[in-house]
Protein backbone atom coordinates (compact mmCIF):
# COMPACT_ATOMS: atom_id res chain seq x y z
CA UNK A 1 0.00 0.00 0.00
CA UNK A 2 2.68 2.53 0.66
CA UNK A 3 4.20 1.62 -2.50
CA UNK A 4 1.42 2.46 -4.27
CA UNK A 5 0.98 5.68 -2.08
CA UNK A 6 4.54 6.91 -3.07
CA UNK A 7 4.15 6.24 -6.88
CA UNK A 8 0.58 8.07 -6.80
CA UNK A 9 2.49 10.85 -4.92
CA UNK A 10 5.82 10.92 -7.25
CA UNK A 11 3.71 10.83 -10.66
CA UNK A 12 1.31 14.09 -8.72
CA UNK A 13 4.61 15.92 -7.41
CA UNK A 14 5.92 15.36 -11.48
CA UNK A 15 2.68 16.14 -12.69
CA UNK A 16 2.47 19.82 -10.99
CA UNK A 17 6.54 20.15 -11.62
CA UNK A 18 5.36 20.09 -15.44
CA UNK A 19 2.38 22.21 -15.10
CA UNK A 20 4.54 24.65 -12.77
CA UNK A 21 6.93 24.38 -16.07
CA UNK A 22 4.40 25.40 -18.39
CA UNK A 23 3.10 27.81 -16.45
CA UNK A 24 6.37 29.67 -16.30
CA UNK A 25 7.42 29.70 -19.93
CA UNK A 26 3.45 30.97 -20.65
CA UNK A 27 4.09 33.77 -18.38
CA UNK A 28 7.68 34.47 -19.77
CA UNK A 29 6.20 34.83 -23.71
CA UNK A 30 3.58 36.74 -22.17
CA UNK A 31 6.46 39.13 -20.61
CA UNK A 32 8.30 39.42 -24.05
CA UNK A 33 5.15 39.80 -25.68
CA UNK A 34 4.20 43.17 -23.42
CA UNK A 35 7.96 44.51 -23.61
CA UNK A 36 7.38 44.43 -27.36
CA UNK A 37 4.30 46.11 -26.97
CA UNK A 38 2.01 43.52 -28.15
CA UNK A 39 -0.37 43.90 -25.13
CA UNK A 40 -3.36 42.51 -26.57
CA UNK A 41 -1.31 39.03 -26.90
CA UNK A 42 0.35 39.09 -23.53
CA UNK A 43 -3.13 39.69 -21.93
CA UNK A 44 -4.34 36.78 -24.02
CA UNK A 45 -1.58 34.80 -22.44
CA UNK A 46 -2.23 35.83 -18.34
CA UNK A 47 -5.85 35.00 -19.15
CA UNK A 48 -5.02 31.96 -20.40
CA UNK A 49 -2.52 31.11 -17.41
CA UNK A 50 -5.27 31.41 -14.75
CA UNK A 51 -7.89 29.84 -16.81
CA UNK A 52 -5.82 27.15 -16.82
CA UNK A 53 -3.28 26.54 -13.79
CA UNK A 54 -3.62 26.00 -9.96
CA UNK A 55 -4.14 29.20 -8.56
CA UNK A 56 -1.24 28.54 -5.67
CA UNK A 57 1.52 29.14 -8.32
CA UNK A 58 3.14 32.13 -8.63
CA UNK A 59 2.60 32.37 -12.09
CA UNK A 60 -0.82 32.43 -11.64
CA UNK A 61 -0.67 34.80 -9.19
CA UNK A 62 1.32 37.52 -10.97
CA UNK A 63 -0.92 36.90 -14.06
CA UNK A 64 -3.42 37.70 -11.75
CA UNK A 65 -2.55 40.62 -10.59
CA UNK A 66 -1.10 41.97 -14.32
CA UNK A 67 -4.39 41.41 -15.95
CA UNK A 68 -6.18 44.47 -14.53
CA UNK A 69 -3.22 46.38 -15.03
CA UNK A 70 -3.14 45.95 -18.58
CA UNK A 71 -6.96 46.55 -18.68
CA UNK A 72 -6.44 49.89 -17.19
CA UNK A 73 -3.72 50.56 -18.82
CA UNK A 74 -6.05 49.59 -21.95
CA UNK A 75 -8.90 52.15 -20.35
CA UNK A 76 -11.11 49.09 -20.42
CA UNK A 77 -12.39 49.90 -16.83
CA UNK A 78 -15.17 47.72 -16.44
CA UNK A 79 -13.29 44.47 -16.86
CA UNK A 80 -9.76 45.93 -15.03
CA UNK A 81 -12.44 47.02 -11.89
CA UNK A 82 -14.26 43.10 -12.52
CA UNK A 83 -10.36 41.55 -12.29
CA UNK A 84 -9.44 43.91 -9.29
CA UNK A 85 -12.39 42.57 -7.25
CA UNK A 86 -11.75 39.06 -8.25
CA UNK A 87 -7.93 39.63 -6.78
CA UNK A 88 -9.97 40.74 -3.49
CA UNK A 89 -11.85 37.90 -3.24
CA UNK A 90 -9.24 35.47 -3.78
CA UNK A 91 -7.56 33.71 -0.64
CA UNK A 92 -3.71 35.14 -1.87
CA UNK A 93 -1.09 35.29 0.82
CA UNK A 94 0.07 39.14 0.74
CA UNK A 95 3.70 37.99 2.07
CA UNK A 96 4.83 36.25 -1.31
CA UNK A 97 8.02 37.56 -2.71
CA UNK A 98 7.42 41.16 -4.14
CA UNK A 99 9.55 43.13 -6.34
CA UNK A 100 12.81 43.89 -4.86
CA UNK A 101 13.99 45.50 -1.95
CA UNK A 102 12.00 48.31 -2.02
CA UNK A 103 8.50 46.30 -2.36
CA UNK A 104 9.77 42.87 -0.12
CA UNK A 105 5.88 41.59 -0.10
CA UNK A 106 3.52 41.06 -2.97
CA UNK A 107 0.76 43.01 -1.24
CA UNK A 108 -1.97 41.48 -3.49
CA UNK A 109 -5.37 43.18 -1.82
CA UNK A 110 -3.57 46.23 -0.87
CA UNK A 111 -2.17 47.33 -4.28
CA UNK A 112 -5.94 45.93 -5.75
CA UNK A 113 -7.07 48.70 -3.98
CA UNK A 114 -4.77 51.36 -4.76
CA UNK A 115 -5.99 50.57 -7.92
CA UNK A 116 -9.38 50.64 -7.72
CA UNK A 117 -9.09 53.74 -6.17
CA UNK A 118 -6.98 55.09 -9.12
CA UNK A 119 -9.51 53.89 -11.63
CA UNK A 120 -12.78 55.21 -9.51
CA UNK A 121 -10.55 59.07 -9.67
CA UNK A 122 -10.61 58.68 -13.11
CA UNK A 123 -14.05 57.76 -13.37
CA UNK A 124 -14.70 60.46 -11.00
CA UNK A 125 -16.29 58.11 -8.57
CA UNK A 126 -14.71 59.58 -5.51
CA UNK A 127 -17.09 58.07 -2.48
CA UNK A 128 -16.43 54.72 -3.88
CA UNK A 129 -12.91 55.23 -3.98
CA UNK A 130 -12.44 56.47 -0.62
CA UNK A 131 -13.92 53.08 0.57
CA UNK A 132 -11.39 51.24 -1.00
CA UNK A 133 -8.42 53.64 0.53
CA UNK A 134 -10.01 52.87 3.34
CA UNK A 135 -9.58 49.44 3.03
CA UNK A 136 -5.69 50.30 1.48
CA UNK A 137 -5.24 51.95 4.73
CA UNK A 138 -6.99 49.21 7.65
CA UNK A 139 -8.46 45.93 5.95
CA UNK A 140 -5.54 45.50 3.67
CA UNK A 141 -2.48 47.64 5.13
CA UNK A 142 0.72 47.94 3.31
CA UNK A 143 3.20 44.78 4.73
CA UNK A 144 6.80 45.40 4.76
CA UNK A 145 9.25 45.13 7.17
CA UNK A 146 10.61 48.83 6.60
CA UNK A 147 9.12 51.29 8.52
CA UNK A 148 10.08 53.49 6.16
CA UNK A 149 8.21 52.64 3.19
CA UNK A 150 5.48 51.90 5.54
CA UNK A 151 5.39 55.63 6.60
CA UNK A 152 5.90 56.64 2.53
CA UNK A 153 2.89 54.82 1.80
CA UNK A 154 0.61 55.96 4.92
CA UNK A 155 1.45 59.93 3.47
CA UNK A 156 0.42 58.87 -0.39
CA UNK A 157 -2.59 57.35 0.93
CA UNK A 158 -3.36 60.43 3.23
CA UNK A 159 -2.74 62.85 0.33
CA UNK A 160 -4.86 60.44 -1.76
CA UNK A 161 -7.92 60.90 0.25
CA UNK A 162 -7.57 64.79 0.73
CA UNK A 163 -7.84 65.06 -3.03
CA UNK A 164 -11.07 63.02 -3.24
CA UNK A 165 -11.81 64.75 -0.78
CA UNK A 166 -11.44 68.06 -2.63
CA UNK A 167 -13.21 66.74 -5.64
CA UNK A 168 -16.22 66.13 -3.74
CA UNK A 169 -16.16 69.47 -2.75
CA UNK A 170 -15.36 68.33 1.23
CA UNK A 171 -12.45 70.81 1.97
CA UNK A 172 -13.14 70.90 5.86
CA UNK A 173 -12.87 66.83 5.51
CA UNK A 174 -9.57 67.01 3.57
CA UNK A 175 -7.88 69.41 6.39
CA UNK A 176 -8.44 66.78 8.63
CA UNK A 177 -7.03 64.08 6.87
CA UNK A 178 -3.61 66.29 6.36
CA UNK A 179 -3.54 67.66 9.53
CA UNK A 180 -4.26 64.57 11.22
CA UNK A 181 -1.40 62.48 9.21
CA UNK A 182 1.21 65.87 9.21
CA UNK A 183 0.95 65.47 13.38
CA UNK A 184 0.83 61.85 13.49
CA UNK A 185 4.70 60.95 13.33
CA UNK A 186 4.94 58.28 15.78
CA UNK A 187 5.92 55.35 13.26
CA UNK A 188 6.70 52.89 15.96
CA UNK A 189 2.80 53.03 17.42
CA UNK A 190 1.79 52.03 14.29
CA UNK A 191 4.61 49.74 13.33
CA UNK A 192 5.79 47.91 15.99
CA UNK A 193 7.59 45.56 14.23
CA UNK A 194 9.53 48.09 11.98
CA UNK A 195 12.99 46.45 10.51
CA UNK A 196 14.76 50.27 10.06
CA UNK A 197 13.59 53.45 9.43
CA UNK A 198 15.43 56.70 7.21
CA UNK A 199 14.94 59.92 8.63
CA UNK A 200 13.17 61.41 5.51
CA UNK A 201 10.86 64.46 5.34
CA UNK A 202 7.98 62.87 4.19
CA UNK A 203 5.92 65.92 5.93
CA UNK A 204 6.59 69.07 4.10
CA UNK A 205 4.89 68.88 1.47
CA UNK A 206 1.65 67.18 3.24
CA UNK A 207 1.89 70.24 5.74
CA UNK A 208 2.27 72.48 3.03
CA UNK A 209 -1.22 71.42 1.50
CA UNK A 210 -2.61 71.20 4.61
CA UNK A 211 -1.84 75.14 5.82
CA UNK A 212 -2.75 76.72 1.94
CA UNK A 213 -6.14 74.98 2.56
CA UNK A 214 -6.28 75.98 6.29
CA UNK A 215 -5.69 79.54 5.28
CA UNK A 216 -8.41 79.14 2.27
CA UNK A 217 -11.29 77.66 4.81
CA UNK A 218 -10.63 78.85 8.16
CA UNK A 219 -8.08 81.95 8.01
CA UNK A 220 -4.37 81.13 9.37
CA UNK A 221 -4.95 83.41 12.69
CA UNK A 222 -8.43 82.02 13.34
CA UNK A 223 -6.87 78.22 12.96
CA UNK A 224 -3.62 78.78 14.79
CA UNK A 225 -5.60 79.93 17.92
CA UNK A 226 -8.31 76.88 17.92
CA UNK A 227 -6.14 73.96 17.68
CA UNK A 228 -3.63 75.83 20.22
CA UNK A 229 -7.04 75.78 22.61
CA UNK A 230 -7.68 72.52 21.65
CA UNK A 231 -4.09 71.21 22.32
CA UNK A 232 -4.65 72.81 25.98
CA UNK A 233 -7.87 70.30 25.93
CA UNK A 234 -5.56 66.51 24.77
CA UNK A 235 -7.20 63.36 26.84
CA UNK A 236 -5.12 60.30 26.79
CA UNK A 237 -6.33 56.61 27.11
CA UNK A 238 -4.38 53.30 27.75
CA UNK A 239 -4.31 51.27 24.15
CA UNK A 240 -2.13 48.27 23.15
CA UNK A 241 -0.15 47.27 20.11
CA UNK A 242 0.97 44.06 19.04
CA UNK A 243 5.07 43.86 18.97
CA UNK A 244 6.69 40.69 18.21
CA UNK A 245 3.58 38.30 18.44
CA UNK A 246 2.73 39.82 22.38
CA UNK A 247 0.61 42.49 23.46
CA UNK A 248 2.33 45.92 24.87
CA UNK A 249 1.00 48.97 26.53
CA UNK A 250 0.78 51.79 24.62
CA UNK A 251 -0.82 55.51 25.00
CA UNK A 252 -3.55 57.31 22.66
CA UNK A 253 -4.16 61.22 22.72
CA UNK A 254 -6.84 62.47 21.45
CA UNK A 255 -8.82 66.93 21.05
CA UNK A 256 -11.24 67.90 18.89
CA UNK A 257 -10.27 70.81 16.30
CA UNK A 258 -13.46 72.16 14.67
CA UNK A 259 -15.61 68.90 15.28
CA UNK A 260 -13.20 66.69 14.25
CA UNK A 261 -11.95 64.30 16.24
CA UNK A 262 -7.99 63.71 16.48
CA UNK A 263 -6.44 60.24 18.12
CA UNK A 264 -2.73 60.02 18.21
CA UNK A 265 -0.86 56.96 19.27
CA UNK A 266 2.62 57.09 21.35
CA UNK A 267 5.17 54.27 21.27
CA UNK A 268 6.15 56.17 24.71
CA UNK A 269 4.31 53.92 27.46
CA UNK A 270 4.99 57.08 30.09
CA UNK A 271 3.04 59.26 27.50
CA UNK A 272 0.62 61.77 29.03
CA UNK A 273 -1.01 65.27 27.93
CA UNK A 274 2.32 67.62 28.22
CA UNK A 275 4.09 64.68 26.26
CA UNK A 276 1.60 65.17 23.48
CA UNK A 277 1.36 68.42 23.20
CA UNK A 278 5.46 68.23 23.03
CA UNK A 279 5.02 65.65 19.92
CA UNK A 280 2.97 67.44 17.88
CA UNK A 281 4.96 71.15 18.43
CA UNK A 282 8.38 68.68 17.53
CA UNK A 283 6.29 67.90 13.83
CA UNK A 284 7.44 69.46 10.62
CA UNK A 285 3.85 70.71 10.54
CA UNK A 286 4.08 72.72 13.80
CA UNK A 287 7.46 74.28 12.77
CA UNK A 288 5.54 75.44 9.19
CA UNK A 289 3.02 76.73 10.88
CA UNK A 290 5.46 78.86 13.18
CA UNK A 291 6.98 79.89 10.19
CA UNK A 292 4.16 81.21 8.77
CA UNK A 293 3.05 83.20 11.63
CA UNK A 294 6.40 84.72 11.78
CA UNK A 295 6.19 85.41 8.19
CA UNK A 296 2.83 87.43 8.45
CA UNK A 297 3.95 89.22 11.41
Known amino acids: MKTILSVILCCLSFLSFAQNTECDSLFSRSIALYNDEKIDSSLSYWLQIVHTFSDTSSCYKNSLHNIPLVYEQLEDFENAKLWITKILEKDLNNFDPGTGIMEPYANYHHNACMQMARILSKEKKYEEGLNY ?36 NQKEKAIWVLVNKAIDVDVFFRKPDWGGFTSVDFYSRISQRALDLIDEVYGFDSFKEAFNEALQKVKTERAFIEKNGKQTKAKIGMFILYGNSYRLGSSDKKFNAVKFKKQIQNTRFWTMLKEKESAKS
Open 133 to 168: LLWAETKYPYETFSATSFEKRAVSIAMWKAEFYLEN
